[in-house]
C-alpha cells in the first residue's frame, strides 16, 4: 500500500499546496472517506429518484404508441 510519507515527506499541507494523495494523509482520510460514502449515497438517491419517472415515461410512450 502506499503510505503518504513516502512521497509527501509526512506533510498533508505546506504554504505552497497540498500532497497529491491527501486520502491517505492521517487528517484528511476520515473526511474523505465520508465524502466518497456520501457522494455514493447521494447518486443512489438519485436514481432512486428518477428510475420512477423513467419507467413511467417509457411506459407512458408505449400506451401512446398503441392508441395510435
Known amino acids: 500500500m502506499w503510505l503518504q510519507g513516502e512521497k509527501c515527506d ?20 476520515v473526511g474523505e472517506f465520508t465524502a466518497t460514502i456520501l457522494a455514493g449515497l447521494f447518486l443512489a438517491t438519485i436514481m432512486i429518484i ?14 401512446y404508441s398503441k392508441m395510435h
Open 50 to 63: 428518477l428510475a420512477p419517472g423513467a419507467i413511467a415515461l417509457k411506459l407512458m410512450d408505449w400506451i
Open 10 to 29: 509526512h506533510k498533508c499541507y505546506n504554504d505552497e499546496n497540498m500532497c497529491q494523495r491527501a486520502e491517505w494523509c492521517d487528517k484528511t482520510r
